[in-house]
């Protein structure tokens, strides 16, 4: 870890931070962080801009830096060492990371992080002896930057009588899944197309239709506005839209839904005001029905649209996120090995009202199963680069698919077991095949011996140390040798065929090649002098 000189708020520190992926940011960027979400930090990561702090942000930092200084002690006390506030920056596997530390220690080995007092977080530091997933990003980055050992987290007011604290270890998942985070949005920070700043929806002034008029004089004659009234309903209608694809659109769409309503009350309500002033007025009831009967239905439509089209729109977000999963998992070299991993859109999403908030808990849901997904295709990986590094074992292992699930130590583990094994058996096979042709071979010269004196004196008198010479030791290396360079080695040919007899089957193939253990060749050697030998000897018997 490289440490900087500089404090906290101050520009250089805020350049610094421009330029690193900070540990504060951590949460936010694993989707669970409660004052930021991730597709603002995207944004703020893409464009460089990052809101200013209000008043009360700011009040609420300089209550928790005075009681983190204050807190100090209590975190000294704990570890027995003094904690200095500091800054370090390092790269892990191309990722420019920053911490800002409360406290550390000379060493290096321990670090402090405060946090002010929280009921929540307390409750649940003292019930999980741990940390929620909303803070423990930022402690894990906080130990990666700095490689320290341990983390001291307090939340606390600044005194002992308000405080739950916590002595964190870094873990290799949490980890793991922290890099895997970074990286994701990384990628998703180069692909970012900024987007325009929205405020919260508000439905746009709805046109106020007239009130209804309906007066009965004593000659039984109407004053109204009812044809008025009818032309402006119908215009009203004609300028609503059905078919929202924004949270303004379905804001208007239902703040339209609810002046259909207030006419339609109102429109029946002045057919009940007329009917109580006089019986004959068949034309003024007759129009005002229709028009009820227009404002009843569009405004049934229109909370039926609203609804229909809201769900549609949902729908085509969830849409989205899922082909982008699809696409993600296969554009991965070894995707077939990959189980399936489904995405919570459901869980994500409950409860959400606005669309931003929708688009951001799909989008944080999209980016956690793609750092599973990754996290797991890199284990993937590098287990299929252990089983294809021993060459010409590939028979031992026809649980490929299965096997390179697994935890990499363990598949590790299993393939040096299974070759281990594999050479011991073929050993015990090879020093069996070699001493049933050694006895054979001694039956053949305690034959040719117990012939009668007709055969040459050298024939008569061999013994089976002059026909099989002191056998070298062979030890497994790995290397192979080809049938073709066995031949050139020896200077004559010999077949494949040959060579079984003798007890050496080949134990691989590269193309048309036979391929042998490059450890076996003095074996051979030894098992051709001694089937000459025993050659010659039956030849001159």
Known sequence: MQTHNVQQGTPEWLALRAAHLCASDAPAMMGTSAYK????????????????????????????HEAEAAARSIAESMIGEEL?????????????????????????DVIYEHKLFNQALSHYIIQHDDLPDSHWPQVEHQLLVSGAEHAVFITSDGTESLLARLIYSSRPKRR?????????????????????????????????????????????????????????????????????????????LEAAGKEMRRMEKALAEARVSMRNQVVAVGTADSLMEEMQELARKTAIAAEKAHATEKE?????????????????????????????IIANFSAATKNLRTFDSYQNAVDSEVARVKIEVQALHDSVAKNIATVDAESGFAFLFSDRAQLVLRDPELVEMTVKQRIAEHQESEAKRLDAE????????????????????????????????????????????GRTIKLGQICDRLGFT???????????????????????????????????????RSAQLAEAA
Request: charged share 25%; with cysteine; proline share 5%.
């Open 312 to 340: 549609n729109r949902k729908a085509a977000i969830v849409q989205a996120g899922k082909a982008s999963v699809t696409s993600f998992i296969e554009s991965l070299e070894h995707a077939k090995y990959l189980p399936a």
């Open 494 to 532: 010999v077949t494949a065929q040959f060579l079984e007899s003798l007890g050496f089957k080949h134990v691989s193939r590269d193309r048309a090649a036979y391929l042998y253990r490059e450890s076996d060749f003095s074996l051979m050697c030894h098992a051709l002098i001694v089937h000459i």
């Open 176 to 252: 793991a899944a922290l890099i895997a985070g970074w990286k994701q949005l990384q990628a998703d920070r180069e692909a970012f197309v900024p987007q325009e700043a929205k405020t919260a929806a508000i439905a746009e002034p709805v046109d106020q239709l007239p009130a209804v008029l309906v007066k009965v004089d004593g000659a039984l004659t109407i004053k109204d506005n009812l044809p008025e009234l009818k032309d402006k309903l119908r215009a009203f209608v004609a300028k609503i839209d059905m078919k929202p694809t924004d949270d303004q659109g379905f804001a208007n």
């Open 84 to 108: 200095f506030p500091a800054v370090g920056t390092t790269t892990i596997d191309s990722l420019p990371l920053l911490a800002s530390f409360d406290g550390i220690t000379m060493l290096e």
């Open 434 to 477: 070699r001493e049933r042709i050694r006895a054979e071979e001694q039956a053949k010269v305690q034959q040719a011996v117990a012939q009668p004196a007709t055969a040459p004196a050298a024939v008569a008198t061999a013994s089976v140390d002059q026909i099989e010479p002191a056998k070298p030791v062979s030890i497994d290396d």
């Open 37 to 64: 979400t991730r597709n603002q930090l995207l944004q703020e990561l893409a464009t460089g801009f990052t809101p200013e702090i209000d008043a009360a942000t700011q009040a609420r930092f300089d209550l928790g």
